[in-house]
């Protein structure tokens, strides 16, 4: 390394606190780029001007170079010049796994656990329009960190970019735009919820099934393969239309505008029927996918909402001998239209990983975000345990207001007093579910918490904290979303 930098650069730093990421020296046109660390902030190094990096003219003797800071316009110059650190469609592979990151500090980590499974293959770009808004930030951002991380680390293997439950084709331009290569197609607002609570007598009032419809499924009974059968009398048939049919209209204008036209399909599609208050039935996913496909919509993955509850940060609640019957046909039925399963909510689900990749032989997309948070606020217990009593303090205050977003079950009453707690007894509070989903849902208010004069409360301590124990995180998550993956290749 010595003799890429050159003595010239170490001299230039003598006064500084500096180090430079070895895996980053890259060289590009006969020129050098790496990424170094200077007083706490990371920038990026190109040893010539001529390849377009935007910053601070450097006189390295018989050279000019240019020290860069990691922002949006430096991301896309290093995205044209690096082919690795652009996202690709991976969702055709048999593993992959969507890695939210919703503070752009996780991908590290990640890619260590990558490192180790290569079979299996990451969007390690993946944010919804939710996680957006609540940490303020935009697609370009949440990209452009995963950008310096591919490069910082050398990560070589190919990786997606996921635009999470977009709902409208505004959301789905944006995505689109912003150089995204999977879109998941959240079509929550168009499903008929109601229909759940409606008797078999006011469904048979409400709904005229058309022709075609009538002809195609009533009556009759699909045989998917594996001695499975999917089978259609009146009232399944007018629920599916009813609950679903707005869903699959909406999914079909929005496939055939944005994702291929029909002469070139530009990202990979997933549908998302999951932010639903009732599980999807089997018949009622054969039925969504079997319209997808009549109508030319080709999907890479589906989301069914499972039964039992798949809440956030927390092991899977329910029946797990009734959730791997149910995964039995909805694999099957993903298997026989030729798309993965996609579980949504993954995080922290162990009881059913093996179960899942198991059933799903080796083929299937898994999500997950808020516990790449969880751990780095436990992180923050371990470190700062004044702060981390503080921020746990706040998020009770606003429990319930960060419950209007998400689904929980949280009970409060179980979480023991922080200050009775010794320091060193802190990060036992996220082996507690209740205290697990306290911290999880309020990430956003959290982070935009502001003091009396406006000032923000936590965000720059927090930053400053993760960014000195950035390998603390790094091991953090190789071990935690190691574990995920160790169990959920178990039987594959
Ligand atoms: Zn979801």
């Not at 990560?155 to 999470?164: E, I, L, N, Q, T």
Request: hydrophobic share 35%; aromatic share 12%.
């Amino acid at each position: 390394m010595e003799d890429f930098i050159g003595s010239m650069i170490r001299d230039r730093f003598a006064n500084t606190e500096y180090r430079i990421y070895p895996d980053s020296l890259h060289k590009v046109k006969g020129k050098k780029v790496f990424l170094f660390e200077e007083n706490g902030t990371d920038y990026l190094m190109a040893t010539s001007p001529e390849l377009g990096f935007k910053g601070q003219m450097m006189d390295a003797g018989h050279e000019v170079w240019v020290k860069a800071p990691l922002d949006h316009e430096n991301a896309v110059i290093l995205r044209s010049l690096f082919p690795f650190t652009v996202p690709s469609r991976v969702l055709s592979k048999n593993i992959t796994i969507g890695l939210g990151d919703r503070l752009g500090l996780a991908t590290p980590g990640h890619i260590r656990v990558f490192n180790k499974y290569e079979g299996v293959f990451p969007i390690f770009a993946q944010q919804s329009i939710r996680e957006l808004m609540l940490t303020n930030r935009t697609f370009d951002d949440v990209l452009d960190c995963v950008t310096y991380a591919v490069f910082k680390y050398d990560f070589r293997r190919p990786w997606g970019a996921d635009g999470d439950h977009l709902k409208t084709a505004e959301e789905v331009e944006y995505a689109l735009s912003r150089g995204y290569t999977m879109l998941t197609l959240d079509c929550s607002e168009h499903i008929n919820g109601k229909v759940d609570s409606m008797s078999d007598e006011e469904v048979n009032a409400a709904c005229t099934l058309d022709d075609e419809i009538r002809d195609l499924y009533l009556n009759k009974t699909f045989d998917i393969g594996e001695g499975i059968t999917i089978h259609f009398d009146e009232i399944t048939l007018k629920r599916a239309v009813m609950i679903y049919g707005g869903a699959i209209d909406h999914a079909v204008n929005i496939y055939h505008k944005y994702v291929d036209d029909g002469n070139r399909k530009v990202a990979d599609f997933e549908l998302s029927i999951d932010e639903t208050a009732t599980p999807t039935v089997p018949a009622h996913h054969f039925f969504v996918a079997n319209e997808l496909f009549r109508r030319k919509v080709k999907c890479s993955t589906i989301a069914p909402r499972f039964c039992g509850e798949f809440q956030k940060g927390i092991d899977y609640i329910g029946d797990i001998d009734q959730f791997c019957e149910e995964m039995k046909v909805h694999s099957q039925i993903a298997r026989y239209f030729d798309y993965k399963i996609s579980i949504h909510s993954g995080s922290d689900k162990f009881s059913i990983f093996t179960p899942s990749g198991e059933i799903n032989r080796g083929r299937f997309h898994i999500k997950t975000a808020g516990t790449n948070w969880l751990e780095a606020m436990l992180l923050v217990a371990k470190k700062d345990p004044a702060l981390y009593r503080s921020v746990h303090k706040y998020a009770l205050s606003v429990f319930e207001e960060a419950k209007k977003y998400y689904h929980v079950t949280t009970d409060l009453t179980k979480i023991p007093d922080v200050d009775d707690l010794k320091d060193e007894e802190l990060p036992s509070l996220f082996e507690n579910n209740d205290s697990r989903q306290l911290i999880h849902i309020t990430y956003g208010l959290i982070l935009n918490a502001k003091n009396s004069d406006g000032t923000l409360a936590y965000r720059d301590r927090l930053y400053s904290l993760w960014k000195k124990y950035e390998d603390d995180y790094s091991e953090l998550l190789y071990k935690h979303i190691g574990h995920h993956l160790e169990l959920l290749l178990k039987k594959c």
